[in-house]
């Protein structure tokens, strides 16, 4: 019964490995490397269905399957990697002087500034920072995985807070009495 299996498993990666291939790699964007180990990863998850039918699968039902394994790769897979390699410090943005696209403000604002980019929930700080490190809003929702409207719903919540926080922090009179 498993050898059975195994070998219908060998035929459909054989019918269909080359197509789930160039539809992982057209609809993703992953280096070569991983779009194999996905391509794999497909047949492996649908050799251990046990209740896939692999006689009478569905060329459809393969390519949901190669969509999973990619979305899954993303969430799953790609997180630390991604904070590491596309998330802006905080140090190197206010340095550069990006952040937010500010042009030009004192010592003051920057700490203020600074200490409020803490506060900020994660994803609101992330998405801030990868469109201050010259990213466009399409590209930081797929950085992040999201969709464009949800990238440009919290880059606007978190620039609002930031704007609040920053004028109480002038009309009270500095960071010491403010309470984020």
Known sequence: MEDG????????????SREVF????????????????LTNEVFIRLWQ?????LDTIQRAYIYAVARAACIDHIRYGQRGRRDQRLTL????????GALLYAKETDA????????????LPVREREVLLLCASDLS????????????????????KGLRRLKRW???????????????
């Open 5 to 16: 299996r195994n070998r219908k498993v060998e035929a459909l990666y054989e019918r269909h």
């Open 22 to 37: 160039v539809y992982i790699r057209t609809a993703f964007e992953f280096e070569r490397s991983v779009i194999q180990e």
């Open 49 to 53: 269905s046990p209740r896939v039918d």
């Open 89 to 96: 410090r905080l140090d190197d943005a206010l340095s550069a």
């Open 108 to 119: 003051n604002e920057d700490s203020a500034l600074e200490g409020f980019l803490q506060h």
């Open 137 to 156: 809003i399409e590209q930081a929702a797929r950085v992040m995985n999201l969709s464009r409207l949800q990238a440009k719903y919290l880059r606007g």
């Open 166 to 180: 920053l004028e109480k922090s002038r009309t009270i009179g500095g960071l010491e009495q403010n309470e984020y």
